[in-house]
């Protein structure tokens, strides 16, 4: 893929005039439905709001109406320029820096983020051939991986396909009753899992799949091509985004969070600039 660069974003955005045509085509492909006249009809941009007039009855069309950019302050601009910085870089931006980037307020920025990464929520999409699996602990001052310093802390269970797509759950526990459904649900049955030691991936085997293990107490990583270095670097890279930014947080918004590093790991090799993929979204 040719890098979608801040030129880019620049000539295809200018201003919010742009981002709102943008938002119509993408919502409206077909042309805009009027209700009052019952059919599509030619709209015309007004020129004072931030909508459509229908140029046979006049009625007006909101396209921000129902979106994340409903009934916000901030232009529409800012929110397409947020969007794209937090696609721009592997682990993302801080809402500091977003808050420097845009001259909005902390609490603004903030809220955008969130906002925005409900759009990078992942839906389930099925896994199979070789798959690995292993857990990470979230929130403290050092994310990192299970053992002393973990209490307090939520786990988060990580999936990954070879290859392929990662999903990561923040879960309340790491208990073999809470981790099995979620592996179900992202993990087709007849598939390889590998996965470490950790006695919660005991029985993963009864539970239909193939399952092999790394003894990483032993200091033993990889054993032909029996390993979790793919999800490793998927941790990897979420500590790194987390360093210095992270305090502990609930499960539901640490969800979130995690999600937009999901987002951009499964959206890495795209044809289509990612930003554009988040917009498709709204
Ligand atoms: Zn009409």
Redesign the pocket.
Known sequence: MERYTINDFNSQFPNDSACLEYLKNYLYSNGIY????QKI?PHSRLTKRMAYS??????HVYPMVGTIFEGSRTSLKHWFYAMFLMSATRCGISAKQLQRELGVTYKTAWRMFREIRTLMQISPQPMSGEVEIDDFYMGGKRPGKRGRGAEGKTPVLGIVQRKGRVAALATTDLKSSTVFPIVKEHVLSESMIYTDEYTTYDGLKKQGYAHKRVHHASKVWVVGNVHTNTIEGFWSLLKRGINGVYHAVSQKYLQNYVDEYAFRYNHRKDEQPMFLTILEKV
């Open positions: 009027c209700k009052p006249c009809t229908c140029n046979r009855c006049g009625n």
